[in-house]
């Protein structure tokens, strides 16, 4: 059953051509990405087939079918003037979910008791207890808390998770989005990856998240030059169907040469007679010019600045903390850096990453301990909110005010114009005003700012949001090959596995884990202690006399709020359930003699997924009672 199907689609920009005549079909159940350079109308193209914008061109159309109710997420939601995050979040057609909303709302106003009795009841009727869980759920995953709050005052990010959490909550059969993992932390991106992968979820989608790519997609659809390729399969697949594709245009493209070569030597011994075979020859020349000439060669961003060389003494913190609001975000964190260090930090978010950037770089005063730079270390610095550049003026404008030239390896400079097009900004788009670009394209001139000041300390905090998976490739590149130190916050799991064999993590109470390793290992480690602590802990209930799955009367709780009470309250009662279920089946394997293999399987997948959520919702639990 085809969801979504897009025909002979243009959008034209001035004089900017992003997509002539492309067509697109989404079936149900798959889960298709889009991937492209930044710029070239990745975004446009999804609010085209989202519906947001028209469909340009003759006979160009979208059609979304009767049955399939449609969601999408883009990269800036807009709720309206005087939205709470309540009126957000359950925004709902979905009568289940308006019946939880004023379960809430009437849980806020206790002196009404005939309001939370007529709300019961509705929730009874319904049978919408389950469905208010996975609504905390998705709720506490995403960290969306504060109901009363108005979205108008919220950040950037905070936005982004409700109305993340708004689609998710409102289950529709197709979803539409726009860098979904833009602002999650690294927890919250994980869940969502195994949330996404869901079978029954039909899913079109704009991501750099590389993992996602090959962990939730099946198909993927590339945006190259105004025109669109198909590739079955995920990440991996694409790469070799991509290299073999451009194989075969290379081959193409040197026997065009050669053919024009030939009619171009022809055309200059032609007499000036010209009959009706000779114009002919002429328009196939003609044509033949303009689609060699027409053809668009693979941009390549080359980075050879000359670093500036490191001192025995680089950056050295001793015994730092600092705190917040009598909240502690570091606590005594001590590190000696050596030369050629790549060191990623990890952690969630509001946990104190970009607090100790700033004391590292002495932007911030610890409130303990000291940090210490070495007199040759020359730090630049990425941050997320330091693109400052003049939208009025051209891009080779806002350069130059900053440096005429670079220099480079061997001695040799690099003008200004020379550095942009290496940052894949041809002459045309230097010309073209800062307004004018995208998010991602904003991002990767900020970058080319930083390295002008020849640094040889980068730190970059989220260098990779916005920006097109070939920039990331060869940002990778550049960073494995920079001759000094890297430190990385960032959420891309491929990018910190890819560069970072050393990590920073933000653990409870601002402690930080100094970690050698990769990311994923640190999270297989991570899982095996969380099991461990878990199997304590189902050892401990065993021989506890109470039969309650937790106790929630010990001295503690009396310093809990009602909100975590309740919480606390509904992750037991999600335990049992689970509990239960598990109980069921293992009574069904105790008669396996007498099951099909095919039963066993698909008894054993339950068993293995029940297993998880019980160790999902046991973690909750420990979180909220500690």
């Not at 990779?464 to 960032?490: A, K, Q, R």
């Not at 100094?514 to 991570?526: A, I, M, P, S, V």
Request: include cysteine.
């Amino acid at each position: 059953m085809v969801y979504l199907e897009l025909t002979d689609v243009t959008k034209i920009y001035g004089d900017k051509v992003l997509f002539d005549k492309v067509s697109l079909q989404v079936a149900k159940n798959t889960k298709v990405a889009l991937v492209a350079k930044n710029g070239t109308g990745k975004s446009t193209l999804l609010r085209v087939a989202a519906g947001i914008d028209a469909p340009e061109g003759i006979g160009s159309e979208m059609y979304l079918h009767k049955d399939a109710r449609m969601a999408y997420l883009s990269q800036d939601p807009d709720f309206g003037e005087g939205a709470t995050v309540m009126d957000a979040v359950f925004d709902s057609e979905n009568p289940v979910v308006r019946a939880v909303r004023d379960y809430e709302e009437a849980l806020s106003h206790t002196d009404d008791v005939p309001r939370l009795l007529k709300a019961s009841a509705k929730m009874d009727e319904l049978r919408a207890w389950d469905i208010e869980s996975r609504i905390k759920e998705v709720l506490s995953k995403l960290n969306v808390d504060k109901y009363d709050q108005k979205v108008s005052t919220l950040s950037g990010g905070q936005r982004k998770r409700v109305a993340l959490a708004k689609l998710i909550i409102d289950e529709p059969d197709l979803i539409i989005m726009d860098e979904p993992t833009n602002h999650l932390d690294l927890d919250m991106i994980e869940w969502l990856e195994e949330w996404l992968q869901s079978p029954n979820l039909t899913v079109v989608m704009v991501t750099h998240d590389r993992y996602f790519l090959e962990r939730v997609c099946n198909r993927i659809i590339e945006l190259d030059g105004g025109e669109i390729f198909h590739y079955t399969g995920n990440y991996s697949e694409f790469l070799e169907k991509k290299a073999t594709r451009e194989e075969t245009s290379s081959a193409e493209l040197d026997k065009d040469k050669k053919r024009m070569k030939k009619e171009l030597e022809w055309v200059r011994r032609m007499p000036s007679g010209r009959g009706t075979k000779a114009k002919s020859r002429l328009k196939d020349f003609a044509d033949l010019k303009s689609k060699v000439t027409g053809h668009r060669t693979e941009g390549e961003l080359t980075i050879e600045i000359k670093g500036q060389r490191l001192g025995g003494k680089i950056l050295e913190a001793y015994n730092v903390g600092k705190s917040y609001d009598g909240r502690e975000l570091v606590k005594g964190f001590t590190y000696k850096f050596k030369k050629n260090e790549r060191v990623g930090i990890v952690g969630k978010n509001g946990a104190g990453k970009s607090t100790l950037l700033h004391m590292l770089t002495k932007e911030l005063e610890p409130d303990t301990g000291k940090v210490t730079h070495g007199v040759n270390t020359h730090f630049g610095y990425y941050t997320q909110d330091g693109i400052n550049l003049d939208n009025d003026k051209r891009v080779i404008e806002a350069i130059r005010e900053i440096a005429e030239f670079i220099p480079l390896e061997k001695g040799l400079k690099l003008t200004a114009r020379g550095l942009l097009n290496r940052f894949m900004f041809p002459d045309k788009q230097q010309q073209v005003y800062v307004s004018q670009l995208s998010g991602g394209e904003k991002r990767r001139l900020y970058l080319l700012t930083i390295l002008m000041q020849n640094p040889n300390f980068l730190i970059l905090d989220e260098p990779t949001n916005d920006l097109d998976i070939m920039t990331l490739n060869i940002l990778e590149d550049f960073l494995l090959e920079f001759p000094g130190c890297v430190l990385i916050v960032s959420h891309d799991r491929f990018f910190l596995d890819k560069i970072a064999d050393h990590l920073f993590i933000f653990e409870e109470e601002g402690n930080i884990r100094d970690w050698n390793g990769l990311y994923t290992e640190y999270r297989e480690k991570r899982k095996e202690e969380l099991s461990e602590l878990n199997a304590e802990r189902n050892k401990s209930k065993a021989s506890s006399p109470s039969p309650a799955p937790v106790s929630t009367k010990s001295e503690p709780e009396k310093q809990l709020s009602q909100d975590e009470r309740k919480a606390i309250r509904r992750v037991e009662g999600q335990i049992d359930k689970l509990e239960k279920a598990k109980v069921k089946i293992n009574k069904q394997f105790a008669d396996a003699a007498n099951l099909e293999p095919g039963k066993i399987a698909e008894l054993g997948r339950k068993l293995s997924e029940l297993n998880e959520e019980i160790e999902e919702r046991e973690l909750e639990w420990m979180e909220l009672v500690g």
